[in-house]
């Protein structure tokens, strides 16, 4: 495959994006889980199907400042807008791996930020999670591109 497609903003077309060279890393994400302390099991739950040890664990701000070097860590202004920059202070890691096959079959990230106010003061703190669940491992897949594609630089 040499692109990608996603919708574009302001255009009901999908806009064909190409793919870096090299190929892309499908264990990053596990990172997360090499960077847990206080790790505890919670015990055995049931993930589609599949038997699942649960464990928890925190990452510390320092561990995720380090795994999250050089990425952004602020959402760009816009027109009008303040830029902001948060600060993650705790992370919490639940994870649920298959005890037959030791795949990840579910994780789930809680996050607590502080958000400065305009005057850099720590001020508002917000929490927020992601859990992502992994199904259909090892089997095929077929997906088709979409042939009505515009190039990335023609989007506004």
Known sequence: ?????????GTSKWVSVPLPSAQPDLTGGLDSLRQMTDVIEVGDNTIDGVICHHSRG???????????????????????QLEVEFVVTRMTVDVWI?????????????QVAQIPDVTGTPGATTTSSLTTKYSSIGEPVNIEAPTDTVPLESTP
């Open 1 to 9: 495959m040499k692109a990608t497609g996603i919708e574009g903003p």
């Open 58 to 80: 925190t990452i510390s701000e320092q561990a995720f400042a380090a795994a999250t070097s050089g990425l952004a860590t602020t959402n760009p202004a816009a027109d009008g």
């Open 98 to 110: 298959g005890v037959d096959d030791g795949f990840v079959r579910q994780q789930r990230v809680e």
